[in-house]
């Protein structure tokens, strides 16, 4: 399909979307709230653990430090690891906000009572319902699309169409994904579930590991990579890889993503799972407000525009235009499920992995 548009993302792109703060879309539909002005203090500061890693995430923290003189001390570590590093400290932990990708792990932090309840204006009115928990434990701040991706020369895109239709022995030995222990398949799993109650959904996780080309392996990349090797002919990832590696500097992974075409499955029914990274306030917090504020800032005009267009997630600011390379990919209809109930459903859909045999 439409994967070839030339995508240029410069660090300048970056640079003015975060610090000259000229990169208003042109249209807005709605006007989002602004995080309210700071008033001046002594050293102020906001320890974050957050499993993100990517550059444009960290000058994101610094345009917050010169908003608001609030120095953000960023710890950096696998999510499931900062949780357990959360409940190992307890009352006594130093952080303040915990930022992790997947609602999943969202609801386990919330769940073992590590996050607090907040209440914030701007993040009800800058991040829909569906998207952050019901009682403010945690807020979606990005949000990604789980598709199908395939191989442009082996695959007619008219074959596709549901993710159930991907347990047609047609695809027998053809589909590509990673493990069980894969949170984004476990969230997509607990959509499933959600749609089509659990005896469907373990006939449907049965029937993938039916038609796998290989036994799960890899993260979202490796998929794409064994498409391109001709190990199978389709594979069920997120979006934003694709971006990332199209505008990445690994030539081999430039040219993996232009044989691949993009399908997003479900636009009769229910629509394409989608997912968030987001974050929420540490229970315990020695400096609350100030992770209300960050947290604020994130879900911001300017945060939301620099999310977009560095790390090919969607915003979840409505308004704000998506990044160049998802553009190419075309509009399309998301599944509106409450995220909240995925993270509830997360236990039961890890049980189902295992018991459909999803290695
Ligand atoms: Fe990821």
């Known amino acids: 399909m439409k994967l070839f548009g030339a995508i240029i993302l410069t660090s300048l792109t970056i640079l003015?979307?975060?610090?000259?703060?000229?990169?208003?879309p042109a249209t807005e539909p709605t006007e989002p709230a602004q995080p309210a002005a700071m008033a001046p203090t002594e050293t102020q500061i906001v320890n974050l653990?957050?499993?993100?890693?990517?550059?444009?995430?960290?000058?994101?923290?610094?345009?917050?430090?010169?908003e608001t003189g609030i120095q953000v001390n960023v710890v950096k570590g696998k999510s499931d690891e900062l949780i357990e590093r959360?409940?190992?400290?307890?009352?006594?932990?130093?952080a303040d906000l915990f930022i992790t990708a997947d609602v999943g792990r969202l609801y386990r932090a919330e769940s073992a009572g590590l996050l607090q309840p907040i209440e914030s204006e701007l993040l009800s009115t800058n991040i829909p319902k569906n998207?952050?928990?019901?009682?403010?434990?945690?807020?979606?701040?990005?949000?990604?699309?789980?598709?199908?991706?395939?191989?442009?020369?082996?695959?007619?895109?008219?074959?596709?169409?549901?993710?159930?239709?991907?347990?047609?022995?047609?695809w027998q030995g053809r589909i590509l994904v990673r493990g069980a222990d894969s949170i984004y398949n476990q969230t997509l799993l607990a959509s499933l579930i959600e749609i089509m109650g659990e005896a469907e959904a373990k006939i449907w996780a049965e029937g993938i590991v039916r038609n796998l080309a290989r036994e799960p392996k890899g993260g979202d990349r490796d998929q794409a990579k064994a498409i391109a090797a001709g190990e199978g002919d389709i594979a069920?990832?997120?979006?934003?890889?694709?971006?990332?590696?199209?505008?990445?500097?690994?030539?081999?992974?430039?040219?993996?993503?232009?044989?691949?075409?993009?399908?997003?499955?479900?636009?009769?029914?229910?629509?394409?799972?989608?997912n968030v990274s987001g974050g929420g306030v540490v229970n315990?917090?020695?400096n609350k407000d100030n992770a209300v504020k960050l947290l604020e800032f994130l879900?911001?005009?300017?945060?939301?525009?620099?999310?977009?267009?560095?790390?090919?997630?969607?915003?979840?600011?409505s308004g704000i235009p998506a990044a160049d390379f998802l553009n190419t990919l075309g509009t399309f209809k998301e599944q509106s499920l409450?995220?909240?109930?995925?993270?509830?459903?997360?236990?039961?859909?890890?049980?189902?992995?295992?018991?459909?045999?999803?290695?």
């Not at 236990?347 to 295992?354: G, H, N, T």
Request: hydrophobic content about 35%; some cysteine.
């Open 338 to 359: 409450d995220l909240s109930r995925l993270g509830e459903l997360n236990a039961e859909a890890v049980r189902l992995l295992a018991e459909a045999g999803w290695k």
């Open 131 to 170: 998207l952050r928990d019901p009682d403010g434990n945690w807020f979606g701040l990005t949000k990604r699309a789980r598709v199908i991706v395939y191989a442009k020369d082996r695959v007619n895109p008219d074959e596709l169409s549901t993710y159930e239709n991907l347990t047609d022995s047609k």
């Open 86 to 94: 959360l409940k190992t400290e307890g009352a006594d932990t130093e």
């Open 49 to 66: 653990y957050t499993d993100r890693h990517y550059d444009s995430d960290d000058l994101l923290y610094q345009s917050f430090t010169e």
């Open 284 to 286: 315990g917090s020695k």
């Open 16 to 24: 003015s979307a975060l610090f000259l703060g000229g990169c208003a």
């Open 236 to 274: 069920i990832m997120n979006t934003y890889y694709l971006g990332l590696m199209l505008n990445g500097t690994d030539p081999e992974e430039r040219k993996v993503v232009e044989g691949l075409g993009v399908f997003f499955p479900d636009q009769e029914g229910n629509g394409t799972h989608i």
């Open 299 to 317: 879900a911001s005009e300017k945060a939301q525009t620099s999310y977009a267009e560095a790390n090919y997630e969607y915003p979840v600011l």
